[in-house]
């Protein structure tokens, strides 16, 4: 379980990022946020994964506090935060090397994730030559290939497609299904919340507080987005971030 | 996908080629006609330095080589302490211990040292490669150690989101992201070691291109001077052919 | 009546130079119709170079040198002996080390001599030590060489005065000097670009008497002057003696033909005639 | 939004002022050791060289008034020739021309080109700064190439997009960009410029550092040796400091 | 008007990122492109403004091949361009600081420019204290500010949550409508392709080729996207795109 206490952020400058945020999410869950951008979502995710601390508040991980950076959660930065010095292939492995996985188990899964991902014959290119979307991916299988119990998602697929995004948000409800990681994903694209997010948190304007968390019990079916529950949810979800239908 | 750089790579050459025989070409040129103009014993003209040269070659390149040996050795002897030490700084634990070290230290003339060396070191090669490593050490960790504070903290929250220790980050990141200014570094270093070799070969040795200069400035012997120092520069020139090279492979990314 | 001759001339730190300063510090030379400027040089390559390309026009310094540039193509000319012409005026000397068994020169066969090959310093050495097989080690720095033979890095070393007063001072044992033969050994000469006029050189060559006369008759006064421009270490500076700085005069050609064939034995230099390079006017 | 960084800052402040402190101290001891070990006069202890270093402050500080001089003068000339030449091998016809020039003349030993230097701007002033600034000119400019080779070609896209003209490029992305490289090699330069003043003072002149030490150690009067080592020191130690401020202004945003 | 004639592109390394690709916008229209991850919008849009060079056909913008920058083209990068050098301020003025306009003229703009995206507060920050949503609109507001009569905007807001970017659209509705500039449009956001673009262009995956264009005479209008007629053109282009609904 994954609980955020009262936490806040004020960066060097003086910026008041997130203000006294508190929520839960249970293990194996998917947990959507959403917010303006600014609002400090980034930064919330950041002091989820241990590597800013917060100015306020602490956030606690099967009931340890968060202080520094633990093995069995991946981050997927919203940057994507891919090193130019490494081809695809060594991006994606680079997690598995640091933790010392045999090269056999490296190869076989950036393999199979680079098949998966639709990044066939770009193994040995650098991410200045790659387009966009094709570096998220990188991103996004670099993580996945930790096999972490806790992913943390900062808008892993907004560089991608419509049909690529349904693609992988497919593959990660599968592995979601497999694994049953907790996963803690910041979207702001409101289907996406709604299809993935048993839980949503709802963030303000900066300073980000929470302004509402909504239940979505269908949600984490590849199914779930053709049902009329879906729907609902989404307009509900507008309804609460201040777009009129 | 397949690499089809053959022939761009080939015509690159090529004009790579054409630049250095066209500016060396200049610099001949430029040379002769001062020598011309000022017409002094001190500037003799070029094809005498360069007749001179070749007969000299047999003996020269002995003098080469002890040198290439000296200046090496240093390099490598200043790389393996000062890289270290300049990426250890990307820490700022480590920064405030060592740069206030760099900031007392780098600008002092460390040739002056050169008697404090010899008491500790000796007259023999030793003392030589340490006086050569010692300037050379306190160059490259400046670069090294301001390249390492440079690093944006973004790759380093990247990597130490997948769990990497610091052992880690100076290897996938503070080190690659160094590498192009540790490069550079280096090519200066090349002609810093040049520079030093003067003193370092100016005591206890006979042998070394800049025993070679030295004497023959003192003996007033200039085509002689200018063929060592046409040695030298080919010495140099050669050392950054290999860095070019060395670049070329382990920046690829750039 | 005369319009006034500028000419520079350079120097370096050592006792040679007095006269010249005291010429130049007691308007001497303005008195001789001359202006002239004295330029401090640290080493006798930065000298050299700036002798070569005529940013001097005159200096002193060896007869060696001499030689060596007139055989590189430098118009130069030797006007006058400087110091040496007597044993006593004599600069140099073999020292060994504070650790070492040498007391006298034959204890230092077979021993690491540090000298500065190629230059007056080896003929000096050539001339002390004949028949005793050494081992030369070359360090051209002087002050470096005196601190390598201080430390007992190398058996012994050549060095000139003061500092070979100075490293003796500091437990160095002197086993020989040029001082100690019957007839001078090395010498130090006044030299001209060759295009200076003779009327030029005459003038200065007066002055230069003239200094010499005011220092001899009254070195009281000039003690200080001496231990300055003469760069005498401290802790000798009170015994240090000063020489009697003589006259000007023509250079012998005795002494040059010894510097000439030692020369052309090494191969420093083809045959550079005497009176191509020696002027005397009078 | 607004700065609080004053606490913060003083913090800092304090920590890096204890870091000089305390490895001044370590410099100091060290050297009182090796003083007292190797019981040499050409390594006096620390206390007798700072009381002779007070006493002589008064004419010593004439002595660093003109190096000083000499030493700025020429890395501004330097500076202002090596940068604009660096950046504009960031284009590849401009590096195609410049670039074997660099390769070519960096390795010479530019200190044996003295005669030649004397025998175009005489012994004054011109030539100890002509050297000193040569030096210099190619250190930099190998720094500012390597530099400006290595822009990304991301933002020079980004601001052609805007319509950018080559001088538009140069003053909003090549020289912002290469900022933190340049200021790397004008760090290096305080030393290398610093351990050229030997040479430059050692010729037709009895003013600057460097003669003082060059004559302090001809006459083996060490304590005055290391009084003029200390003084170049902190002269070097000045100018960092300065560099150091022109850094934290220019270079915000790193 | 601007033509596309054939154009294709082989990059250096060998990859062949589009294929004889032709199509044209009117003057004064929105012209939307969607496509793939990886097939080549990106590089299409960089020829279109003249930085990028293709290996086969041409561009031509009035009857003029495109050969290098045109005044009258602004382009907004897939990743921003900002400079990390610069603040925000610094940022969005730049453009009008290269094309020499008076202090009073960019001041102007520039301020009317933060207020409208949102970024008061954070004119002297530098990019790398912006959160990504941040970033984006800093590189809207720069080529806004340009007063462009022809706009390349590469996925100009994806990585702004639903209620900011539905604001930019709008804003960038108002902008067509007053100036009538000639508007290309990346996007993987097939609502928003359609919002805006009345044309738009679909392309096949890597290489790029024209997979068909559709005609959407309804774009253009904010209330568009309340009407029957966008949900129904939403679900042809999905239809294209492969997306079942
Ligand atoms: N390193 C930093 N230093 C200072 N301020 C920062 C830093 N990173 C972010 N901020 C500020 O903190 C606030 C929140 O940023 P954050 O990146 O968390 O927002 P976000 O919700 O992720 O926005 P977006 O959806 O646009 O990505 C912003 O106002 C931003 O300017
Ligand atoms: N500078 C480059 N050098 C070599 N190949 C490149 C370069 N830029 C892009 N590519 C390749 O060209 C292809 C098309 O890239 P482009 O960026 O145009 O795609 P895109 O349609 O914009 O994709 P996305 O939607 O993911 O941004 C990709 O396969 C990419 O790897
Ligand atoms: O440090 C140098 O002497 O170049
Ligand atoms: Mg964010
Ligand atoms: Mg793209």
Request: aromatic share 12%.
């Given at each position: 379980m994954i609980e955020a206490r009262n936490i806040s952020k004020i960066y060097e400058n003086g910026v008041k990022a997130i203000e006294s945020i508190s929520f839960e999410v249970e293990k194996g869950e998917i947990c959507s946020i959403i917010g303006p951008s600014g609002c400090g979502k980034s930064t919330l995710l950041l002091i989820f994964s241990g590597l800013l601390e917060p100015t306020g508040g602490e956030v606690l991980i099967d009931g340890k506090i968060v202080n520094s950076v633990r093995k069995d959660v991946a981050l997927i930065l919203q940057d994507y935060g891919l090193f130019p010095w490494k081809t695809v292939r060594e991006n994606i492995a680079i997690g598995l090397k640091i933790q010392k996985y045999p090269k056999d188990e490296i190869d076989n899964r950036v393999k199979f994730l680079i098949r998966k991902l639709g990044l066939e014959g770009f193994e040995n290119s650098y991410p200045k030559h790659l387009s966009g979307g094709m570096r998220q991916r990188v991103a996004f299988a670099r993580a996945l290939a930790m096999k972490p119990s806790i992913l943390l998602m900062d808008e892993p697929f907004s560089s991608l497609d419509a049909l690529s995004r349904e693609r992988l948000q497919n593959f990660l409800i599968k592995i979601w299904q497999e694994t049953s990681a907790t996963i803690l994903l910041v979207t702001h694209n409101i289907e996406e919340a709604v299809l993935l997010g048993k839980k949503i948190v709802v963030l303000t304007e900066r300073p980000g507080r929470v302004k509402r968390i909504v239940k979505n019990e269908g949600a984490g079916r590849v199914e779930y987005r053709y049902e009329e529950g879906f729907f609902e949810k989404c307009r509900e979800i507008r309804e609460i971030v201040g777009i009129e239908d | 996908m397949s690499g089809d750089k053959g022939d761009s790579g080939n015509r690159r050459l090529i004009a790579e080629f054409k630049g250095y025989f066209l500016s060396a070409l200049t610099i001949i040129t430029v040379w002769s006609l001062t020598s011309y103009i000022v017409s002094s014993p001190a500037l003799p003209q070029p094809f005498e330095v360069v007749i001179y040269f070749l007969i000299k070659l047999p003996e020269l390149s002995k003098h080469v080589a002890v040198?290439?040996?000296?200046?090496?050795?240093?390099?490598?002897?200043?790389?393996?302490?000062?890289?270290?030490?300049?990426?250890?700084?990307?820490?700022?634990?480590?920064?405030?211990?060592?740069?206030?070290?760099?900031?007392?230290?780098?600008?002092?003339?460390?040739?002056?040292?050169?008697?404090?060396?010899?008491?500790?070191?000796?007259?023999?090669?030793?003392?030589?490669?340490?006086?050569?490593?010692?300037?050379?050490?306190?160059?490259?960790?400046?670069?090294?150690?301001?390249?390492?504070?440079?690093?944006?903290?973004?790759?380093?929250?990247?990597?130490?989101?997948?769990?990497?220790?610091?052992?880690?980050?100076?290897?996938?990141?503070?080190?690659?992201?160094?590498?192009?200014?540790?490069?550079?570094?280096?090519?200066?270093?090349?002609?810093?070691?040049?520079?030093?070799?003067?003193?370092?070969?100016?005591?206890?040795?006979?042998?070394?291109?800049?025993?070679?200069?030295?004497?023959?400035?003192?003996?007033?012997?200039?085509?002689?001077?200018?063929?060592?120092?046409?040695?030298?520069?080919?010495?140099?020139?050669?050392?950054?052919?290999?860095?070019?090279?060395?670049?070329?492979?382990l920046c690829r990314w750039v | 009546t005369q319009e006034k001759k500028t000419l520079k001339i350079g120097i370096l730190p050592i006792e040679d130079s007095l006269p010249i300063v005291v010429a130049d510090e007691e308007k001497i030379f303005e008195k001789y119709g001359l202006d002239v400027e004295v330029v401090t040089f640290q080493s006798a390559l930065e000298r050299d170079s700036a002798f070569t390309s005529a940013s001097i026009d005159g200096m002193i310094t060896d007869p060696l040198d001499v030689i060596l540039l007139k055989n590189s193509g430098v118009d130069v000319k030797i006007v006058s002996l400087c110091l040496g012409k007597t044993p006593s005026e004599g600069v140099f000397a073999v020292l060994a080390s504070p650790n070492s068994q040498i007391e006298k020169p034959e204890d230092l066969a077979g021993k690491q001599v540090a000298i500065s090959k190629n230059t007056i310093i080896e003929f000096v050495t050539d001339m002390m030590l004949r028949d005793i097989p050494i081992e030369k080690i070359e360090i051209k720095k002087i002050p470096l060489r005196m601190q390598a033979l201080l430390d007992n890095k190398v058996?012994?070393?050549?060095?000139?005065?003061?500092?070979?007063?100075?490293?003796?001072?500091?437990?160095?044992?002197?086993?020989?000097?040029?001082?100690?033969?019957?007839?001078?050994?090395?010498?130090?000469?006044?030299?001209?670009?060759?295009?200076?006029?003779?009327?030029?050189?005459?003038?200065?060559?007066?002055?230069?008497?003239?200094?010499?006369?005011?220092?001899?008759?009254?070195?009281?006064?000039?003690?200080?002057?001496?231990?300055?421009?003469?760069?005498?270490?401290?802790?000798?500076a009170e015994k240090y003696n000063m020489p009697l700085y003589p006259k000007s005069q023509k250079f012998p050609k005795e002494f040059y033909d010894r510097y000439l064939e030692w020369a052309m034995e090494k191969g420093l230099a083809k045959e550079v005639p005497y009176e191509n390079v020696v002027e005397w006017v009078d």
């Open positions: - | 040198s290439l040996f000296r200046v090496v050795y240093s390099i490598i002897l200043a790389l393996s302490i000062s890289i270290p030490l300049g990426l250890m700084c990307f820490k700022d634990s480590a920064d405030r211990i060592i740069s206030p070290f760099i900031f007392l230290l780098y600008p002092i003339p460390h040739i002056v040292l050169l008697p404090l060396i010899i008491l500790l070191f000796g007259i023999g090669d030793a003392s030589k490669i340490f006086l050569i490593a010692m300037i050379l050490f306190f160059q490259i960790l400046v670069t090294t150690r301001d390249s390492a504070r440079n690093i944006s903290e973004y790759y380093i929250l990247s990597l130490k989101s997948l769990g990497a220790s610091d052992w880690d980050v100076y290897r996938h990141v503070v080190f690659p992201a160094s590498l192009p200014r540790i490069l550079t570094a280096m090519r200066i270093s090349v002609g810093t070691a040049i520079a030093v070799l003067f003193f370092a070969e100016s005591f206890a040795t006979t042998t070394g291109l800049g025993y070679v200069i030295m004497d023959a400035w003192s003996r007033a012997d200039y085509k002689s001077l200018y063929a060592g120092i046409i040695s030298m520069a080919l010495l140099g020139f050669s050392m950054y052919i290999v860095l070019e090279i060395i670049e070329k492979r | 058996d012994a070393a050549v060095l000139p005065e003061p500092l070979a007063s100075f490293a003796e001072s500091k437990g160095a044992k002197r086993t020989i000097s040029d001082a100690d033969f019957d007839k001078s050994i090395s010498q130090t000469v006044i030299v001209m670009k060759g295009d200076v006029d003779t009327d030029t050189v005459k003038r200065f060559l007066k002055a230069y008497d003239e200094a010499v006369e005011q220092i001899n008759s009254n070195p009281s006064k000039y003690r200080s002057k001496f231990i300055e421009i003469a760069r005498v270490p401290q802790d000798i």
